[in-house]
């Protein structure tokens, strides 16, 4: 019998109050079943104060940045004179061979960490932009799981797959999605061996690498239909209410929509998956 898993995760939980709302609707309303808290998001009080207590069930994880916001230490390689993180995801790979540099990732990282753990059970590791995949910072992201007892943490190989729209292929943000997946795929083939290591699980599959920016409910089926062994895959989306300002809030807003979708949550267990999440998975262990 094949054994099937399908983890739905809302990364940037805690970036904002309308991120936040559209964790909570989509994991009372709908078929969210985890997602992944910034510890330096504007708001993040609001999340462990007033969402998370409302969301016994959530799996947590802590979605480690250093790309975006204030660093939570001083990590002066990290961030410019105000404290804000100032480095490209080119700039973050070329660093990553310098041991202070390191040091000081291992630092932001720990304290971002501990600051998500005093408040909530964690269940998994991810990162902003994907900045722990880099794997000298992916070996720095198990060394602490293994420590604070965190059992999965998130790989990003994704297969090819291709949904029947045009318009999700010909535009702007598809092309350099294709270079992220070569990319992430190669990051992965390394991750995996140094998760093995360390004795921490991950993910087999991940959605939203080749559609970022594009997700909608067509691109997670599509990218469910190819996978037919035994698996756990995780399809990341970036969720925020109606009530959202910021200039993505149409993108942010559709990919709310995706854990509305009750169509697509049979769509998906008629594909034989099952909905989960890390800390179900942990606990089955």
Do not use: W
């Amino acid at each position: 019998m094949v054994n099937k898993k399908f983890i739905l995760n809302a990364d940037d939980f805690g970036m904002s109050k309308a991120f936040n709302r559209a964790v909570l609707d989509g994991y009372h309303n709908g078929f969210l079943t985890s997602a992944s808290l910034c510890a330096n998001g504007k708001a993040f009080n609001a999340a462990v104060n007033e969402i998370i207590p409302e969301c016994p069930n959530l799996g947590i994880g802590v979605h480690l940045n250093i790309m975006e916001g204030r660093s939570l230490t001083k990590v002066p390689m990290l961030t410019n004179k105000k404290g804000k993180f100032k480095n490209s995801y080119l700039k973050l790979i070329l660093q990553s061979n310098n041991p202070k540099f390191l040091n000081e990732v291992e630092q932001e990282f720990r304290t971002q960490i501990e600051t998500v753990m005093n408040y909530t059970k964690i269940d998994h590791i991810d990162s902003h932009v994907h900045t722990h995949a880099i794997p000298n910072l992916f070996k720095i992201t198990a060394k602490l799981a293994k420590e604070y007892n965190i059992p999965y943490i998130r790989t990003q190989y994704e297969e090819m797959y291709f949904v029947p729209s045009i318009k999700k292929h010909l535009n702007l943000k598809y092309p350099p999605n294709i270079l992220k997946i070569l990319l992430l795929n190669n990051f992965t083939e390394k991750n995996k061996k140094i998760a093995k290591e360390f004795g921490i699980s991950s993910n087999d599959y991940i959605l939203g690498v080749g559609y970022t920016g594009l997700m909608d409910d067509m691109t997670v089926e599509y990218g469910l239909r190819i996978l037919e062994e035994d698996c756990i895959a995780e399809a990341l989306i970036h969720p925020c209410h109606y009530a959202a300002t910021n200039k993505n809030r149409d993108q942010h807003y559709t990919e709310f929509l995706i854990t509305q979708n009750k169509m697509l949550k049979d769509k998906i267990t008629r594909l034989g998956f099952e909905l989960t999440n890390y800390k179900k998975e942990y606990a089955k262990k």
